[in-house]
């Protein structure tokens, strides 16, 4: 979300979901529904446009990569076939970027389409914002590695994590076991860092510590935008600054929050 406060950047927040936030008439973080707010509308015309595909009356026509909702969840859509079906595509994706070449299965198609499906949204959102690079902050690290895969000159992965400690304490404080608390640290780490510096060239993945950046937030910024090769701006600093349209209601209470 900082990153989107540059001039040039577009933060999408969590931009697998923008079926969801259409078809449950989420709020954008301008304070508009998604469905309603005039960025989006921009989007929803020119998909139409080449595509004759209207996202407002089919939001999940477009789909991206699959999405696993915990707390607003759209029944219609997240059904348990889905998330089914959706588990053993990830594990066939595991597998995918884990064996050697001659074991390996293919991308499942769904997904495939879906990170070309992404790559257009993400083209069209900089055409029609005129801007030059878009933030989407999906929380799934397969996703991030397929666009990277798909698009390695035009993709940068930052993983902004916590110390193991942080990790394991706000656990053990919210009421699981010693054991529980250590396996979440150790699956957060083993997990999205093990595929990443596997699979990300080194000067394409960038790890922020989240106990950094709230430490020194402009040096930690300036640092981000010397690897993604983009001008510090001071008005990054600032959440309240300009409007910003981002799929995710979440941002949007933590921008009033902090104003
Ligand atoms: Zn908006």
Redesign the pocket.
Known sequence: MLLGGHSQGESLGEFSFLGKAISLEQM???G?KVAD?K??NKLYSQVLLEKNIDLKKQPYELRQWDTRASTVIDKKQQTRGYLFVSKLRTFMTRLHFMLPSFFRPPLPSSLKKGVENTAYLYDVVLETREKNFIVDSSKNFLKGIALYKSYPKKTKILLLTRDGRGVFHSKYRSGFTKKESFLGWYRYYSGALYYLKKLVQKEDLLIVKYEDLVTDLEGELKKICTWAQIDFEKEMVDLGFG?R?LVMILALSAIKALN
């Open positions: 954008c973080g301008c508009l707010c960025e989006w409007e349209h």
